[in-house]
């Protein structure tokens, strides 16, 4: 069975940093490909940023320039860090994990149970 944990979110001001990481289990890791989704209060989950098994990444508009994603396959993690935070991304974040980058992008198959992240103005 797939675990996906996070950790890592809490509460800042606008302009810090932060970043989140997401310990995988239960699954062959360096053949999935992975990503960080968000939902805000009274919106959809959007895609974040996803990171493939080779190591290619994908950037919603509004985190370009200022999210990372990264992978540590001897760690079987993902990280995000998120530098130049605004209010506009507090949501809870989640990990997701598929072993088809379509999948992982549009509905993924394997979710983790979320962090919240506060970014005050």
């Known amino acids: 069975q797939v675990h996906l944990e996070e950790s890592g979110g809490g509460f800042l001001q606008a302009g810090g940093s932060l970043r989140l990481s997401c310990v995988a289990s239960?699954?062959?890791?360096?053949?999935?490909?992975l990503g960080w989704y968000r939902q805000a209060p009274g919106k959809q989950r959007e895609l974040v940023a996803a990171?493939?098994?080779?190591?290619?990444?994908n950037y919603s508009d509004s985190v370009k320039g200022r999210f990372t994603i990264s992978r540590d396959n001897t760690k079987n993690t993902i990280y995000l860090q998120m530098n130049s935070l605004k209010p506009e991304d507090t949501a809870v974040y989640y990990c997701?994990?598929?072993?088809?980058?379509?999948?992982?992008?549009?509905?993924?198959?394997?979710w983790g149970q979320g962090t919240q992240v506060t970014v005050s103005a």
């Open positions: 990171i493939s098994e080779d190591g290619d990444t």
């Open positions: 239960g699954l062959y890791f360096t053949l999935n490909a």
């Open positions: 997701a994990a598929d072993v088809y980058w379509d999948f992982l992008t549009t509905k993924p198959r394997s």
